[in-house]
């Protein structure tokens, strides 16, 4: 009997020992409070374990030595007044003495006092969402693990289930306060090594905090059944040095140097046509289509219209304000400087308009830093990329092209005259149609255009890029459809596969089938309609704020094109934010 009891004896000692280092036990962790919850954990575990050898050592030795083979009798009383009055005091000692270190640590955890970092988490059917407060970032994280991984049909990566797109980054030594809260039905957002672990219910915001010590990944997940993705909702913190946690604030905010540079820089003719074909056929084209021809009278034609071979002014005010009571929204806050300089530039040389016109990003941000439409269209990038300079009076040479103001035609030199050499390095101003085109740069020889057209300017030593009357440009529907298939079906993967299944076959009735299915292969509006808004009194949810509006339309493209749907249908951004606007208008 000795042997054994020092045998157990021996072991428990060990498992003591070794606790803090087993897979079955509460990790240290890496903040203040995850380190407190574990030493008032082990307190009252060990507390635990005294009194359990209290009790059962009592229990066993009556068992053995009170026996009824022993001659033992029990004793005759139904009350002892002293004994339970003990038996009462000394639990409840045992309980304040616990809930002395218990309420310490608790109190710690609830002190929101001089936080650093303020997150906000939203959880979503699956997905979560970040938003920091105090820098205006914000994106949603979504589980990373391939489908063909969930379905045994490819190796398990070594964090099987528990990657995401986006992790939640932080800074280590910063108090970061977590607002967690739940946009559908209840979450639990808990990560082990931060001893986070607070409920997301809607309507309600519950708070946490934690300060890292030291850099690294921290990996958690969803811990309150959430419906039938409940196992997909992992969470990734990534703790980076404050210097690196700063860069990528900056990285996300888009406010690296090499952004205002391309900004303030002078831009070419080409240039600007290029990243402006790309712009147009990303946002643009779905209403005005490829070719510019538009879709008259909602979506008016771009190829020979009053706004795009008309007065700059004009085209930049409608393209950056949009106007009321159409279909064209504003993309002041949708498009870059550069983007939106591009596409107004392409749209005015493509399609055959070949106006010469050229805009400039720093003039769309000189009207962003509120310079009046007239003074922004007149300020010119400098040479070097430095700070933008106001133009200068018309008698002084210059190397910049620069665009005409609003409304302004080219001054024809009068018949019979000699036309004036344009300053050196400049380039020719293209001369109204029928007319006799300026001369170009001095100790050259204009080329006489044909009777009746407009010569197209371009930069000096550049190839005009706008398109021959006509013609599309050079990205082709099929390609647009294919790159808007490959990356819909990653979408569609990682946030509707789960209720519509791999093959569009869905679970019925809950999740009807979307192979076939009168809204995958119906009228396009009501399949965004269906996708942004959801449908009340049924499993599906709306998607507007869970998605952005490119994840939209490539993931709506691909139920309409997946499956042998092979609708054709190509659903780009710009569709789904005029869908976004008349929802709020109809609001």
């Not at 490819?154 to 990657?163: D, F, N, T, V, W």
């Not at 300053?423 to 001369?431: C, E, I, K, S, V």
Request: net charge neutral; hydrophobic share 40%.
């Amino acid at each position: 009997m000795r042997s054994i009891q020092s045998t157990l004896f021996t072991l428990l000692v060990a498992s003591g020992a070794a606790c803090a280092d087993t897979t079955l036990n509460l990790t240290q962790g890496v903040s203040p409070i995850s380190r407190d919850v574990y030493q008032l954990h082990m307190t009252i575990f060990w507390i635990c374990v005294a009194i359990g050898l209290v009790v059962f050592g009592v229990m066993f030795y009556s068992m053995i030595y009170h026996r009824k083979s022993r001659g033992a009798k029990p004793a005759n009383f139904h009350s002892h007044t002293w004994l339970e009055i003990t038996w009462t005091i000394i639990p409840v000692i045992i309980l304040v003495l616990m809930a002395i270190p218990a309420t310490k640590v608790l109190m710690n955890m609830n002190n929101y006092d001089q936080e650093d970092v303020t997150i906000k988490i939203t959880g979503y059917q699956w997905k979560w969402h970040y938003e920091y407060i105090e820098d205006g970032v914000k994106f949603f994280s979504n589980l990373a693990t391939p489908y063909d991984q969930m379905q045994n049909k490819a190796p398990k990566s070594e964090y099987y289930l528990r990657e995401v797109d986006h992790p939640l980054v932080v800074p280590v030594h910063k108090k970061i306060r977590f607002l967690i809260t739940s946009n559908d039905v209840n979450h639990a957002w808990w990560v082990p090594d931060l001893a986070v672990k607070r409920d997301a219910i809607g309507g309600i915001i519950n708070e946490a905090w934690a300060v890292i010590d030291k850099p690294g990944v921290y990996r958690g997940q969803c811990a309150e059944l959430c419906g039938i993705n409940h196992a997909f909702m992992p969470i990734v913190v990534v703790a980076l040095s404050e210097e690196g946690y700063k860069n990528w604030v900056a990285q996300q905010k888009g406010q690296a140097t090499s952004g205002e540079a391309d900004i303030a820089r002078e831009w070419t003719m080409k240039e600007l046509m290029d990243k402006g074909e790309s712009v147009y056929n990303g946002i643009c084209a779905a209403c005005h289509q490829p070719g510019g021809v538009g879709m008259p009278p909602t979506f008016p034609a771009l190829k020979g219209s009053k706004i795009a071979t008309g007065p700059v002014a004009d085209h930049v005010n409608i393209v950056v304000n949009g106007k009321s009571g159409t279909a064209m929204q504003a993309f002041k806050n949708q498009l870059s400087d550069v983007d939106l300089a591009a596409v107004i530039t392409y749209e005015r040389n493509a399609f055959g308009n070949n106006t010469g016109s050229l805009v400039q990003p720093v003039q769309i941000k000189a009207l962003r830093d509120g310079k009046s439409m007239d003074e922004a269209l007149a300020v010119k990038p400098s040479a070097a990329g430095a700070a933008a300079v106001p133009a200068t009076p018309p008698t002084t040479p210059s190397t910049t092209p620069t665009v005409a103001p609003a409304g302004a035609a080219p001054t024809a030199a009068p018949a019979g005259t000699t036309p004036t050499a344009a300053p050196a390095g400049t380039t020719p101003t293209a001369a109204p149609a029928g007319t006799t085109p300026t001369a170009a740069p001095a100790g050259t020889t204009p080329a006489a255009a044909p009777a009746g057209t407009t010569p197209t300017a371009a930069p000096a030593g550049t190839t005009p890029a706008a398109a021959p009357a006509g013609t599309t440009p050079a990205a082709s529907s099929a390609d647009d459809l294919k790159a808007a298939m490959v990356r819909g079906e990653k979408v569609y993967l990682s946030t509707c596969v789960a209720c519509h299944q791999q093959n569009g076959a869905g679970i019925p009735p809950t999740f009807p089938a979307l192979k076939g299915g009168a809204i995958a292969t119906g009228p396009v509006d009501g399949h965004i309609d269906r996708v942004l808004n959801g449908k009340q009194g049924t499993a599906m949810v709306a998607f507007k704020d869970q998605l952005n509006d490119q994840d939209l339309a490539d993931v709506i493209t691909y139920e309409r094109n997946a499956w042998d749907n092979n609708t054709g249908t190509l659903v780009t951004p710009d569709q789904i934010k005029a869908a976004r606007q008349q929802g709020q208008n109809n609001k």
